[in-house]
């Protein structure tokens, strides 16, 4: 995802803490303890490093029903984290963000099952409120995009004719041989996708989101 106008800021938020000695003892000397480290923000809202740790680990589990285990690095899940948000403020400006309780109760479920299992150790560390809360999102995100986005995407019969002309043409089929619905819904995925990218790219461009520098600490390769 394309990400204009981003900027970079201290990557760590730092706790002051005074350490007091029991009893009698004189007090020790005031140090800092570090707190948290930040990401990235978007629109104000706060990515922390840790979130990236969970976010990855997730995926490598593919833990949302459907999506396969993929291997990311911390930045392509800052990258996908910041898309998830981007989304979801727009669904609360329209005063949308709720998905079916029932869907969600079963997608949150069977995400919870698949984390369990997975052999991943990272996976040991994160809470099923957290799964619950990462199946959510996600479930958020793919209504609003399913339903606001590329729903308004459509294919009309001259474009899928046109497409099977050049298609014909260029493997030397006869059009009798291209399946027509198989084309049309080629046709509409990329469209959509198509749409869902400009989508992004205008919400982007209209938001604030500074990134810090990331140490890539957690590394992998797509799944085929």
Known sequence: MKQPRLGFFAGCIFFAVSLFAGGAEAAEPEGYQLYEATAATVNGEVIFLSDLDREACLKACGAFPGDEAVGVSLSE??????????????EEKLGLGTVDNAVLQETAARAMDITRACPTPCAREISDGQVRDYAARKLLV??????RVSVFVDV?????ER?????????????????????????????????????FDRATS?????????????????TP
């Open 77 to 90: 899940a800052r990258d996908g984290m910041i898309a998830d948000i981007l989304v979801r403020q727009q």
């Open 142 to 147: 793919r209504e609003f995009l399913r339903n």
């Open 156 to 160: 009309n019969e001259e474009e899928v």
């Open 163 to 199: 497409e099977i002309e050049r298609r014909a043409s260029r493997t030397g089929k006869s059009p009798g041989e291209i399946p027509k619905d198989a084309l049309r819904k080629e046709l509409l995925d990329e469209k959509a996708a198509r749409e869902i990218r400009n989508w």
């Open 206 to 222: 209209k938001s604030r989101i500074l990134v810090s520098p990331l140490e890539e600490r957690w590394t992998g390769k797509s």
